[in-house]
């Protein structure tokens, strides 16, 4: 059972450049999420999708978006990366966001925007 | 979101309960109490969760006060593998997020 995968593993990114982060998964789980986490800031959520074709924004979601075309995956994108974009960034799961809180998170993505 | 509030840091030795105290005050009549905790360079992993009545699962036990302002977990036997961060959130039924906080660092000595 894969549960939630990541891609890639971790990235060297110049600024500027666009960036997607892959995530998908294989639990038929209607909500997802992205967080970012930084030293000392503990984890944030970026944007998240309650199920699919709808999406949200979270605490921080300037310079990032997302799309949900289905239920399996959640793709995370930076237009035009700049160095403060520098994180480690989980994509999570949830059966819904109404029912049980149980949260199943990816092993992160380490960006770093030079 | 309710605010909770955790120690910085805990040690124990291998082989011996550890209780991790989390202070949640102003906790709602519908906020959910939920540990999770995270290993070095993984993601953060459910541990448990409860409302009002004590919980027990395979990984630990969670107790919550009478007034529900504060609740512990409760790890029966430390392995040196229960060395993470650990972090009491709370979320009403129905949240579309977790607000992480800073946790507690958990160390297991040998």
């Known amino acids: 059972i894969a549960g939630i995968t990541q891609a890639p593993t971790s990235q060297i990114l110049a600024a500027g450049r666009r960036m997607t982060l892959r995530c998908t998964q294989d639990?038929?789980?209607?909500?997802m999420y992205w967080y970012r986490q930084d030293l000392g800031l503990g984890l944030r959520l970026i944007h998240y999708s309650n199920t699919a074709g709808t999406t949200g924004k979270g605490e921080v979601p300037d310079g990032y978006s997302v799309s949900r075309a289905n239920t399996d995956d959640f793709p995370l994108t930076l237009a035009s990366a700049v160095p403060s974009q520098t994180s480690v960034y989980f994509c999570?799961?949830?059966?819904?966001?109404?029912?049980?809180?149980?949260?199943?998170f990816g092993q992160g993505t380490r960006l770093t925007v030079v | 979101d309710a605010k909770t509030t955790q120690p910085n840091s805990m040690e124990s030795n291998e082989e011996e309960p550890v209780h991790l105290p989390c202070n949640h005050s102003?906790?709602?009549?519908?906020?959910?109490i939920h540990w999770y905790r995270q290993l070095p360079s993984q993601g953060p992993e459910y541990v448990i969760h409860?409302?009002?009545s004590n919980v027990n699962n395979r990984m630990a036990s969670l107790a919550i006060a009478e007034d529900r302002k504060s609740s512990t977990l409760i790890l029966h036997r430390a392995t040196l593998r229960d060395a993470a961060v650990y972090y009491c959130?709370?979320?009403?039924?129905?949240?579309?997020?977790?607000?992480f906080g800073q946790g507690t660092r958990l160390t297991i000595n040998p």
């Open positions: 102003t906790i709602s009549g519908t906020d959910y």
């Open positions: 639990m038929r789980h209607n909500a």
């Open positions: 959130i709370l979320s009403r039924q129905g949240a579309q997020k977790l607000v």
């Open positions: 999570a799961s949830s059966r819904d966001p109404t029912s049980g809180p149980e949260a199943f």
């Open positions: 409860g409302l009002t």
